[in-house]
């Protein structure tokens, strides 16, 4: 399901939690959340003050449709995304590979992050994503686009089931 006017509506509505017609700073957090942008006070605060044009202190769903449209550009930029995958090959962190992200690379950053290690999920993961049992730069922009793909229809689901559950329930439901 594409994010269309229908899904950005939805969305609105939801977090429009008084009907107003706008939403103020603290709907405005639970709205980037539900596309899975979680922000500070203080990001979302700069945020407003970036798209609310008529000087309203909300957000009306015209502004909304433009932030909403920038910050998932912003989050999957090319940019964004080969600097993630330059993380893995920072002379500082150690976890470089001459050809990409192999099986020990992955295997470091989960050790570094405290997650637990399950070398053959790490090994089948490389093989699947890679080729040669190495990720690199084109197969992490794929992954990435995947992974953003996956992102937006989970949140244009949540958005309806949320939407659904939040109308009453009609006496034929019975």
């Known amino acids: 399901m594409a ?49 609310d044009k008529d000087g309203s202190h909300t957000i009306e769903l015209d502004e909304f449709k433009i932030m909403v449209k920038q910050q998932m550009a912003k989050k999957d930029s090319p940019e964004e995304v080969d600097k993630a995958y330059g993380i893995f090959g920072d002379q500082k962190s150690g976890w470089q590979h001459a050809e990409g992200i192999d099986a020990s690379v992955l295997r470091c950053v989960y050790e570094s992050l405290g997650l637990p290690v399950d070398d053959a999920k790490i090994e089948e993961f490389v093989n699947a ?27 244009a689901e949540s958005a309806a089931l949320l939407q659904r559950s939040s109308q009453p329930i009609q006496e034929e439901e019975f």
Do not use: P
């Open 3 to 51: 994010m269309d006017d229908k899904w950005y509506e939805e969305v609105f509505a939801l977090y429009d939690e008084d009907g107003s017609g706008a939403i103020d700073i603290d709907e405005l957090g639970k709205a980037m959340k539900s596309v899975g942008l979680d922000m500070s006070l203080s990001e979302l605060e700069e945020l407003l003050k970036k798209i």
């Open 129 to 155: 994503a890679g080729k040669n049992g190495v990720i690199d730069i084109d197969d992490w922009r794929r992954i990435m686009k995947e992974a953003t793909e996956i992102e937006q229809r989970n949140a």
